[in-house]
């Protein structure tokens, strides 16, 4: 029994092109004298098809797909995910197809419903976990979830009808840490039963979502034997009947959250038909690094930047920028903006008092250089890569209509102390594209005269510290301020991320990396009394 996983990049709606890529897998898993090719969750109409499943058309076309891949179906068994549906309900469901007949349809039962999914608002549950018989072989088949939680079930299916291994197709998200978690429940699955599990995980970027593939085959003693690519397609065998030398994940967090940006970019870029994107480059970190990842994402073609120095502009910062751009080969515009921000300066004085405040004026230099980047987009069909990070997301040390204008937030769900890991990470793979003043010099705006980020934010180690006590942990002030941090900067920080959901709910959509990213996964309300005493 030869077992053939095929880790498939699907791309939401794109069903026709997703059934070609399905067949091809099949072809190449066929001539390779594999009995069964299994597909990731959802694959045939792409995950998460989120209110698409409400539009009967598409329902409909996924289906009609399904058949017309029936017909390409020889002497293979071949399981693959799309969206049933029956008397007005919709399911999760995995077909099982052979010699052009679908055998079966199997419908998730245990529907995820937190964090970034939301299966309960698409889908009816399926009743029965049931067992497959094929040749001397039994396999339970169960989708993503199932396996997770649904511990008690497998145990009754398998009292009614033992099984030699279990296959499990997903849609599993990554965040920084997700893949030892899998690893781990299946192993418990594995031991449980003493069988083998196959698990296929789908890969690609869908909108926040990475899907870093990692696809396992754990053996009847719970080790891990067969592991898939991470963050790329792939196609690989397993034999039940094989013994199999074991295998390890080598996990480095700062190059999986790389690799998840990188993918990310890509597909998103690609996914939404643009040829090419603009990075506004002020000289600082977090735009050396947008910058470098477009590059390694997308090459230096497609990656073009704006520089546009003020009078706040310091002399090495303006030639850090123009020497990252240099070592990158990618084309930029150097335009001065100052004439612009005194244009609109004198222009608000006829509504302010007297002078412009310090506030009004450093976010009129942040909103001319947002419209120059947007200019530049619409002029060049150009997807505008947002530069800020989490750190300043969750503060809101970010200039609504100014540097947070973009598509795509690249570091959206990247803090401040990652950023930096990040910049050594690529300087090291790439031979050092990043100036290393760029690195070492303290962050700043420079939107008024010797700005530093220190100035209105305590030092970044101590911010991202609160922050992910707080905003992935949600532990209340007290418990933070145990962890040795002063009462009032976690007061003060709170504050802030409490005060400026409104700005993160106009932020461009981004990476999802660490296990609570802002967006489906965060929802609080703008309008909202509830303080922390």
């Known amino acids: 029994m030869n077992i053939a996983v095929a880790q498939i990049n699907s791309t939401v709606g794109d069903i026709g092109n997703n059934t070609q890529k399905i067949l091809e897998y099949c072809r190449k898993a066929e001539a390779k004298g594999a009995d069964i090719v299994v597909f990731p969750e959802l694959s045939l109409c792409g995950y998460p098809p989120e209110d698409l499943v409400f539009k009967p058309d598409f329902v409909r076309k996924n289906k009609y797909f399904l058949r017309k891949l029936k017909e390409g179906i020889g002497n293979i068994l071949v399981i693959v995910g799309f969206v049933d549906s029956k008397d007005s309900h919709y399911y999760n469901a995995a077909a099982l197809i052979y010699r052009k007949k679908i055998l ?24 029965i976990l049931p067992v497959y018989k094929i040749r001397e072989n039994s396999f339970s088949l169960n989708i993503c979830e199932d396996i997770w939680r649904g511990k008690e079930m497998l145990k009754e299916a398998y009292r009614s009808c033992p099984f030699n291994f279990i296959i499990n197709i997903s849609a599993s998200p990554f965040n920084l840490g997700k893949i030892k978690e899998r690893q781990k429940i299946l192993e418990q699955r594995a031991k449980q039963f003493s069988v083998a599990v196959i698990y296929c995980n789908l890969v690609g970027g869908q909108d926040e979502l990475v899907f870093d593939g990692g696809s396992m085959v754990i053996d009847t003693r719970g080790r891990l034997v067969r592991v898939g690519k991470r963050f790329r397609e792939d196609l690989f065998y397993f034999n039940p009947s094989v013994l199999y030398g074991s295998s390890s994940l080598i996990l480095n967090k700062v190059q999986d959250a790389y690799e998840a940006l990188i993918l990310g970019i890509k597909d998103y870029v690609k996914k939404n038909n643009f040829q090419r994107v603009v990075v506004g480059v002020s000289g600082g970190i977090d735009s050396a690094l947008v910058l470098t990842l477009a590059k390694y994402a997308l090459g230096s073609r497609k990656v073009e930047a704006l520089i546009m120095p003020s009078r706040y502009t310091s002399k090495g910062t303006l030639r850090d920028a123009q020497r990252l751009c240099t070592n990158l080969k990618v084309k930029y515009y150097l335009i001065d903006i100052e004439n612009i921000v005194e244009s609109v300066r004198r222009s608000a004085v006829i509504f302010a008092s007297s002078q412009l405040s310090s ?14 980047l947007m200019a530049f987009s619409n002029q060049k069909g150009a997807l505008v890569l947002n530069t800020g990070n989490k750190s300043e997301l969750s503060v809101g040390y970010c200039t609504l209509y100014g540097d947070m204008v973009g598509g795509f937030g690249v570091l959206k769900d990247i803090y401040k102390t990652m950023v930096y890991k990040l910049a050594y990470y690529v ?11 760029i690195i070492s010099r303290p962050p700043s705006a420079e939107l008024k005269a010797g700005q530093k980020d220190e100035d209105d934010l305590p030092p970044y180690k101590v911010l991202d510290e609160v922050l992910k006590l707080y905003i992935e942990k949600e532990m209340p002030f007290d418990k933070i301020v145990n962890y040795g941090f002063s009462r009032s900067v976690v007061k003060q920080i709170i504050q802030l991320v409490d005060r400026n959901e409104y700005k993160r709910r106009q932020s461009p959509p981004g990476v999802k990396v660490t296990t609570r990213a802002f967006g489906k996964e965060r929802r609080m309300p703008i309008v909202n009394k509830f303080r922390y005493s």
């Open 104 to 127: 079966h349809i199997y419908h998730k039962i245990v529907l995820p419903n937190y964090g970034v999914f939301d299966e309960k608002r698409y889908f009816t549950p399926g009743g």
């Open 359 to 372: 506030l009004t004026s450093q976010n009129i230099q942040a909103r001319v250089r947002g419209l120059l």
């Open 427 to 437: 300087n090291r793979r790439y031979n050092h594209p990043i100036p290393s003043t």
